[in-house]
Nanobody, 114 residues
Framework: QVKLVESGGGLVQPGGSLRLSCAAS????????MGWYRQAPGKERELVAT???????NYAASVRGRFTIARDNAKNTVFLQMNSLKPEDTAVYYC????????WGQGTQVTVSS
């Protein structure tokens, strides 16, 4: 099993920034895709961004150009830099690890409000 621990969530004003971190319990160097998903009140969980072990990234249209996903394989950590935050970004953000199975972190709350 893979343990994923998110951190960095909190309350931020519209237009502000947050940096989320996801620490994995195993090496993430090879053969996986890691990502961030979010679930807002009353909505289904949705993909935010993914990054493969080869470094390929994918973003939801709603966050493209504002959010950046990155890996630090030496630290077994994935980051989500969230800029120009909007109220509609408010959600619980979950870290995800996929190889032949999928694993989820416990989530971290991001609230964008004045």
């Amino acid at each position: 099993q893979v343990k994923l621990v998110e951190s960095g969530g909190g309350l931020v004003q519209p237009g502000g920034s947050l940096r989320l971190s996801c620490a994995a319990s195993i090496t993430i160097f090879h053969d996986n895709v890691m990502g961030w998903y979010r679930q807002a009140p009353g909505k289904e969980r949705e993909l935010v961004a993914t990054i493969s072990s080869a470094g390929y990234t994918n973003y939801a249209a709603s966050v493209r150009g504002r959010f950046t996903i990155a890996r630090d394989n030496a630290k077994n950590t994935v980051f989500l830099q969230m800029n120009s935050l909007k109220p509609e970004d408010t959600a619980v953000y979950y870290c995800n690890y996929r190889d032949h199975l999928t694993f989820w972190g416990q989530g971290t709350q991001v609230t964008v409000s004045s």
